[in-house]
């Protein structure tokens, strides 16, 4: 019964390539969101859906697209794929109101080779 | 716009002594503040939380945070730490009003030493 589920788990893949990640909750939340973290450990936040409508895009490249085909489910689609973008790329929800924690899934470790 | 500035990249600890990560925030409006805690190949966990009222707040696992308005801090303690909270732990915001975005410092490496 997890709460945040994101697949793959591990992804390799080869520059130029495009790949997807998909998350699923299964909270009741409203809103979701893609964080990316670099080898550094640092979190930044990339995109948030709430209710399948797209609310925050901070300056992604647009060959990461989006796509929320119901408000539990957020997947990431990464076109062209770059050397810079290996990373640890993690899902999260919550409920629509400024209070509430995040939810996380356990992320997607992709590395571009 | 808020920032989270969490000055110790790291932090060694002997097992059983008490720790303190520090969390400095800014922001021009009203925040709301999180502790979360990363354990090894997994996702952020929330840990506690500040809204409003009392400044001292309870989380799980025995950590315990204090708001500080006028010094801007919000930083994280346990008296007592085990080998089991050895983790990355992250300080974050978010603005009272607005868009939910929420900010994360830079996070800290507790390392709890037998």
């Known amino acids: 019964d997890t709460a945040v589920s994101q697949t793959p788990k591990y992804l390799v893949t080869q520059m130029g390539n495009d790949k997807s990640i998909k998350c699923e909750q299964n909270?009741?939340?409203?809103?979701m969101y893609w964080y990316k973290q670099d080898s550094k450990k640092f979190l930044k936040i990339m995109f948030s859906?709430?209710?399948?409508?797209?609310?925050i895009n901070e300056t992604v490249p647009n060959r990461f697209s989006p796509k929320s085909p119901d408000k539990a489910h957020l997947n990431l689609h990464i076109n062209s794929l770059e050397l810079g973008d290996s990373a640890v790329y993690f899902c999260?929800?919550?409920?629509?109101?400024?209070?509430?924690?995040?939810?996380f899934g356990n992320g997607t470790r992709l590395t571009v080779t | 716009a808020q920032s989270v500035t969490q000055l110790d990249s790291q932090v060694p600890v002997f097992e059983e002594a008490p720790v303190e990560l520090r969390c400095n925030y800014s922001s021009s409006v009203s925040v709301y503040l999180f502790w979360y805690v990363q354990y090894p190949n997994q996702g952020l966990q929330l840990l506690l939380k500040y809204l409003s009222g009392s400044t001292l707040v309870k989380g799980i696992n025995g950590f315990e945070a204090e708001f500080n308005k006028s010094q801007t801090s919000f930083h994280l303690r346990k008296p007592s730490v085990h080998i089991s909270d050895t983790a990355e732990y992250f300080c974050a915001a978010q603005n009272s009003g607005g868009y939910q975005k929420v900010t994360f410092g830079t996070g800290t490496k507790l390392q709890v030493i037998p």
């Open positions: 859906y709430n209710n399948k409508e797209l609310i």
């Open positions: 909270l009741g939340h409203d809103t």
């Open positions: 999260a929800s919550s409920q629509a109101t400024l209070d509430s924690p995040l939810h």
